[in-house]
């Protein structure tokens, strides 16, 4: 069996170490090495191609026969690739070890929010002493856009602190301890119960772009905004416009249109907005690895997987 596995920069070793290791039954070839070595030279097709946002050109010289692994969550680079092939499964990574930290980022930025923390360091740089009248948790709903692996599990790590969970889905879902809403036409009532919103959808031809200024303002007066999704499922300057003007209390960022954010981007200055780099939930090579070796097993022995993309939904 022949693999080929593409990851940018250097972090591509570490992964070609665990894979070997998991699946030393593989040949494995590493892109762009493969493209080097065999220069203009057609290239034996790869039974399976492991990446992340690949170049277009990796499909059209080594086009995999079996299936594409996407080493992350979120297919939103992969399917804009105009090479994708289409006659292979794409398969993502599900939770493979993002779940854990993914919940623990919206923990620490709920809690955060509901305990007043953005007030505090305000008066702890003006030393002044202004207890906050204690919010009761039954008071400050929680929605979470996308119940998926990322978002049932948020829902999961929130359930002890009494907060209103709520989530919204493209399609109806039942998740024990939080009321569930799905589709456009249930968006309204979703926000508007939502004093924190937390946005861990996938960014698709329907998401980006969702949180504008008119469904922002649907959030309660003082609401805070979490996105750990993508960056381009919020417009950034209806978010500043909402913060500016004291309808938005706040917001915690980890993923932005533009990554690395820009230097000269307001977001970076702004008193109540905290950024992330990109690291709510970092791949973790060791069980993606494990996740994708046991996946080409079971395709090997003709068994079906889960985590199969639909392209054309985009995700
Ligand atoms: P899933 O595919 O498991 O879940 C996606 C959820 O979004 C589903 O509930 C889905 O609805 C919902 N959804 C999709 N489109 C729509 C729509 N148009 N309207 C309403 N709901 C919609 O993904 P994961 O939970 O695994 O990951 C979510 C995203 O998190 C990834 O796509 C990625 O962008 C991001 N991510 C960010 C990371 C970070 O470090 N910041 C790390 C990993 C992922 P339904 O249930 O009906 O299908
Ligand atoms: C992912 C991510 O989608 O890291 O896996 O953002």
């Not at 499964?89 to 929010?113: F, N, Q, S």
């Not at 359930?159 to 493209?170: A, E, N, V, Y």
């Not at 969702?210 to 469904?215: E, K, N, S």
Request: charged letters at 20%; a neutral charge; glycine letters at 8%.
């Amino acid at each position: 069996m022949r693999v080929l596995l593409q990851f940018p920069g250097r972090g591509v070793a570490a992964w070609r170490e665990a894979l070997a290791a998991a699946l030393p039954e593989a040949t494995i070839e590493t892109w762009p090495d493969l493209r080097t070595a065999t220069s203009d030279r057609a290239v034996d097709r790869p039974d399976y191609a492991l990446v992340w946002k690949p170049p277009p050109e990796l499909f059209t010289a080594a086009p995999p026969a079996r299936a594409v692994f996407n080493l992350g969550a979120g297919v939103d680079a992969l399917v804009a690739v105009p090479t994708l092939p289409r006659d292979v499964p794409v398969i993502r990574l599900e939770d493979a070890g993002m779940a854990a930290p993914m919940a623990e980022y919206v923990v620490l930025a709920v809690l955060a929010a509901h305990r007043e923390s953005r007030a505090y360091a305000a008066a702890q740089r003006e030393a002044r002493w202004t207890p906050q009248p204690r919010r009761a948790p039954k008071d400050f709903g929680v929605g979470l856009l996308g119940l998926g692996v990322l978002g049932r599990a948020a829902a999961a790590a929130l359930s002890p602190f009494g907060f209103p969970l709520h989530g919204w889905s493209r399609s109806p879902r039942a998740v024990p301890g939080v009321t569930c809403h799905a589709g456009a036409a249930e968006l309204p009532a979703f926000l508007a119960r939502s004093r924190m919103l937390v946005c861990l959808l996938p960014s698709t031809a329907e998401t980006r772009g969702l949180l504008d200024r008119a469904r922002l303002a649907l959030l309660p007066v003082g609401a805070e905004v979490v996105n750990a999704g993508r960056g381009d499922l919020i417009v950034d300057a209806d978010l500043l416009a909402l913060l500016d003007d004291g309808h938005l209390g706040g917001a915690t960022l980890d993923v932005f249109r533009d990554e690395p954010l820009p230097p000269m981007h307001p977001f970076w200055h702004h008193p109540r907005v905290t950024i992330t780099p990109h690291v709510s939930a970092v791949t973790d090579i060791e069980s993606s690895v494990a996740q994708v070796a046991a996946k080409i097993r079971r395709l090997e022995r003709g068994e079906p997987v889960s985590g199969v993309v639909d392209v054309a939904r985009g995700y």
